[in-house]
């Protein structure tokens, strides 16, 4: 089944632990991505990659990083997460490295730092 | 700063009742227009495109380029329309989106 796969799907950290938001696709795409939802705030870009080893920060980048390494995964990090990065994180990956058609999302990453 | 733009946070409206969530856009070129959805507990998907001009679940949009908007319509809301919608857009920059309308359908 094709799908982007997120782990964990919850987490309850403490301020400063450092942590890693796998995410994964099956389906061969070039352009994979990381938003936050927020409440009133909606969808947020923290970062993208339009391939392998090409990587750009999306609107809200600052306290996370990103890797990608091979084409499937694009891992987040948070080196030392804070109480401001709890939140719900949507990995999201399309056809093509710039994505002019649908956006497949994961399940979610509910993450709380307390 | 080429922007989407959702007015409404919250939209109400009884079952049966014709309902319309609106999307403005900015872009000066020629955009590409979505409509995402996300049910209770689910992972966001997208409900319909701008260029292929279908009806997906009763819901249809039509793009606007004078009055640069993309709202989306459906002539009579049910209960299971219930959901937070994304309006996107994209051009020659990754998709950006709208901060989202939760519609709620009250029986």
């Known amino acids: 089944e094709a799908q982007v796969t997120q782990n964990p799907r919850y987490l309850i950290t403490v301020t400063g632990k450092k942590l890693t938001v796998t995410c994964s696709q099956n389906m061969n795409h070039e352009y994979m991505s990381w938003y936050r939802q927020d409440p009133g705030l909606g969808l947020r870009q923290i970062y993208y990659?339009?391939?392998?080893?090409?990587?750009d920060k999306g609107d809200v980048p600052e306290g996370y990083k990103v890797s990608r390494k091979e084409k499937r995964n694009f891992p987040l990090i948070l080196e030392s997460p804070s109480p401001n990065q709890t939140s719900l994180y949507f990995c999201a990956s399309s056809f093509g490295d710039v994505p002019t058609g649908e956006l497949f999302f994961g399940e979610g990453s509910r993450l709380t730092v307390l | 700063a080429q922007r989407v733009t959702q007015p409404e946070k919250l939209l109400s409206v009884f079952k049966g009742a014709p309902v319309e969530l609106k999307c403005n856009y900015s872009?000066?070129?020629?955009?590409?227009l979505f409509w995402y959805v996300q049910y209770s507990r689910q992972r966001l998907q997208l409900l319909l495109r701008h260029i292929s001009r279908e009806s997906i679940k009763g819901f249809t949009a039509d793009l606007n380029k004078g009055e640069t908007s993309f709202h989306l319509k459906k002539p009579f809301a049910q209960e299971e329309d219930s959901a937070m919608y994304y309006c996107?857009?994209?051009?020659?920059?990754?998709?950006?989106f709208g901060k989202g309308t939760r519609l709620s359908v009250i029986a």
């Open positions: 990659s339009m391939n392998v080893e090409v990587t």
């Open positions: 872009y000066s070129g020629s955009p590409e």
């Open positions: 996107a857009r994209s051009g020659n920059t990754p998709l950006v």
